[in-house]
């Protein structure tokens, strides 16, 4: 069965320091792997994807993420954390063109 | 770039009402979807629409819950009955690569 997995409720970080929001999925087959944010009482905004090519990418506000095949994980990063990344993200997968599965979500404070 | 567009962006209602989501897909996507989330919970798959009929539902799809595509380019999501459970924020998204739009926020009352 499709599942993914964000281990971290909450990652905290100080404004400046890099940053790494966790996600690892289990599904057969070739993924399409996404992050999303949300902020407080507003939609999921599209971060970034991954549906084939370089196992690096990049998306908006600085964001990147790592596909890993072989360690099954999608993890989220940026170089240096902003006190406006606070919001809570949301790994998410699909085999395309079927449902896609969220992950339970991570809320990041970074600190000033 | 295309956007997904749904209304209304928020929704009350009272108790056993019916109500319609609408969403406007990006032109010429084939795959259509919704989601909802209850405030403070994950993201749930609702339903998928392909070649104009259902493709796949989930288990909280009941009898309840209905899409349609009525004109070609609205994608509705109907709920009768509404109960105060389906208080939620709804999504539509379009794609394989799921577009989201901003969602409807529903409170049933």
Known sequence: ?112 | EPEVTQTPSHQVTQMGQEVILRCVPISNHLYFYWYRQILGQKVEFLVSFYNNEISEKSEIFDDQFSVERPDGSNFTLKIRSTKLEDSAMYFCASSETHTFGSGTRLTVV
């Open chain 1, 1 to 112: 069965a499709q599942s993914v997995a964000q281990p971290e409720d909450q990652v905290n970080v100080a404004e400046g320091n890099p940053l790494t929001v966790k996600c690892t999925y289990s599904v057969s087959g070739n993924p399409y792997l996404f992050w999303y944010v949300q902020y407080p009482n507003r939609g999921l905004q599209f971060l970034l994807k991954y549906i084939t090519g370089d196992n690096l990418v990049k998306g908006s506000y600085g964001f990147e993420a790592e596909f890993n095949k072989s360690q099954t994980s999608f993890h989220l990063k940026k170089p240096s954390a902003l006190v406006s990344d606070s919001a809570l993200y949301f790994c998410a997968v699909s085999l395309g063109g079927f449902k896609t599965i969220f992950g339970a979500g991570t809320r990041l404070f970074v600190k000033a």
